[in-house]
């Protein structure tokens, strides 16, 4: 037997909803500023290009989040620029979203932190995109991309838990759309991805081929998450109640974006299951 549930609305005075978008969007510049900075500088591009672990690893400064080693060829650059403005039209659009929506508290969680857990999976997996980096750079951007894509599974746990509930007080079946089942597969198989990532770390040595089963496990499953979240954002009945420009912007031209920036950065020579090189 469900309890009946009085639900506290999420909503932003329109200043508020000015402020913080304009902190947003200040936040934004100042990181485009200083990117554009660091490219242009021509002692970054002075750094030779990682070549698979033969470079020596004693350079004088470390190299392994400088921008000229995480972002090597034209390509490389403009792939990192789409997910950059990807990322920040689906963060950016589904919040105001909820701000100027009158949803249960319950219900705001979900949309929110699941689009933050899937910026997060973007960013997180662009720093281990580019080529091998020699042994301790390579451990550093996996140390990142650990933190950070854990971090983004608690963050995607939590926004299906506050669904799971907001359905339960509402007396609503569970998976009940395409969007809830697919949903559910999503969460599964990104904890999983999360945990052959831990074996393969904590085998060392002998977790190498798990790798290459993990990065294009990482890669479909990826795409198998936007594209949930493309259904939520755009198919759900409640999606079709909220404006279209915002929810074109996150899910129609967000999403794409996000696909299209981390498509341009793989490098297919680490795709090959052929050699035994992870
Ligand atoms: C990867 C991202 C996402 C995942 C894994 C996900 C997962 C889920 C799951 C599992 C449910 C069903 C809960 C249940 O039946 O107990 C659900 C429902 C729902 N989600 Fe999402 N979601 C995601 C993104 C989004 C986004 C971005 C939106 C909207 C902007 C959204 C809107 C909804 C709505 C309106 C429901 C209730 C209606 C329904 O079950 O279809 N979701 N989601
Ligand atoms: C849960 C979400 C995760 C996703 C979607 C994901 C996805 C990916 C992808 C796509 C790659 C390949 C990048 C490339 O080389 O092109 C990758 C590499 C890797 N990931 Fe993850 N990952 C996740 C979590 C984790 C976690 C939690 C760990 C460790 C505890 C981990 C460890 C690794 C390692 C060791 C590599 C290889 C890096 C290299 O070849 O230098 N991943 N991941």
């Given at each position: ?21 304009s902190l ?23 750094q ?30 403009t ?11 689906l ?9 100027t ?33 020699p042994?301790?750079?390579r ?5 990142v ?35 809830g ?25 002998h ?19 936007l ?32 696909a299209?920036?981390?498509?341009m ?14």
């Open positions: 037997m469900y309890r009946s549930v009085q639900h506290q609305s999420v909503t932003l005075s329109p200043g508020r909803q000015y402020f913080f978008a947003f969007v200040a936040q934004l510049k100042a990181s485009v500023h200083k990117m554009a900075q660091r490219a242009s500088d021509p002692l970054l591009h002075s030779p290009a990682y070549n698979n672990g033969t470079l020596p690893s004693s350079e004088p400064e470390d190299p392994s989040f400088r921008l000229a080693s995480m972002v090597q060829t034209q390509r490389d650059k792939g990192m620029a789409l997910v950059l403005a990807g990322t920040s039209l963060g950016l659009s589904t919040i105001t979203l909820i701000l929506s009158p949803v249960p508290k319950l219900f705001a969680w979900h949309p929110s932190l699941n689009s933050l857990s899937l910026v997060l999976v973007a960013i997180g997996i662009s720093v281990v995109q580019p080529p091998t980096p042994p301790d750079a451990q550093k951007r996996i140390d991309h650990k933190h950070v894509l854990g971090f983004a599974t608690l963050l995607l746990c939590g926004g299906v838990t506050s669904m799971y509930y907001n359905k339960e007080a509402n007396g609503a079946e569970h998976g009940a759309s395409p969007h089942a697919a949903g559910y597969v999503v969460l599964l198989w990104m904890i999983g991805q999360a945990v052959l990532g831990g074996i393969a770390l904590l085998a060392g040595k977790g190498l081929w798990l790798y290459k089963w993990h990065r294009l496990s990482g890669y479909f499953f990826t795409a198998s998450a594209f949930a979240a493309f259904v939520g954002g755009m198919l759900t009945p409640w999606s079709q109640t909220r404006p279209a420009p915002l929810r074109i912007a996150a899910y129609c031209i967000g999403i794409p974006l996000i299209t920036g981390l498509a950065r793989v490098q297919t020579s680490k795709m090959s299951f052929g050699k035994r090189r992870a």
